[in-house]
């Protein structure tokens, strides 16, 4: 009988994947991995802070104000979302379920119910 073929986990390789190898050599702000033990629910990352300066062991990062030297291992690159939507993003937007949402007619021109000349009483 032969005995399973194991493979080692993606997050237990030592190699450090292409793309965010990439990711952080362009990057303007970077997260911190902390390698304290933590309490449960702590997160494992710190940040996000600026880089200062790049160099090939090591990252100089602003940490409250002070410039600290990192070394690259314990760094990720911080990705920001634009949180502005356009009206065709708004339109475009999807359940969970994969499903389409669309707004009622009736809530779609509100601008109109409540314009500038329009008092309460």
Same mark, same amino acid.
């Given at each position: 009988?032969? %005995?399973?073929?194991? =493979?080692? +986990?993606?997050?237990?390789?030592?190699?450090?994947?292409?793309? *965010?190898? =990439?990711?952080?050599?362009?990057? /303007?702000?970077? !997260?911190?991995? $902390?390698? @304290?033990?933590?309490?449960? *629910?702590?997160?494992? !990352?710190? #940040?996000? !802070?600026?880089?200062?300066?790049?160099?090939?062991? !090591?990252?100089? =990062?602003?940490?409250? #104000? $002070? +410039?600290?030297?990192?070394?690259?291992?314990? %760094?990720? +690159?911080?990705?920001?979302?634009? @949180?502005?939507?356009?009206?065709?993003?708004?339109?475009?937007?999807?359940?969970?379920?994969?499903?389409? =949402?669309?707004?009622?007619?009736?809530?779609?021109? /509100? @601008?109109?119910?409540? @314009?500038?000349? /329009? /008092?309460? *009483?």
């Amino acid at each position: 009988m032969p %005995l399973h073929n194991f =493979i080692e +986990p993606k997050w237990h390789r030592r190699d450090d994947p292409g793309e *965010l190898r =990439i990711a952080l050599e362009s990057c /303007t702000h970077v !997260y911190e991995r $902390i390698d @304290s033990v933590k309490l449960p *629910l702590q997160r494992p !990352y710190s #940040g996000p !802070y600026m880089v200062l300066e790049r160099h090939s062991k !090591y990252f100089c =990062i602003q940490q409250r #104000g $002070i +410039p600290d030297n990192v070394s690259r291992d314990r %760094l990720k +690159p911080a990705f920001q979302v634009d @949180s502005v939507l356009s009206p065709e993003d708004e339109a475009l937007r999807f359940s969970s379920h994969g499903r389409p =949402i669309r707004t009622p007619k009736r809530f779609q021109n /509100t @601008s109109t119910l409540f @314009s500038k000349s /329009t /008092t309460c *009483l």
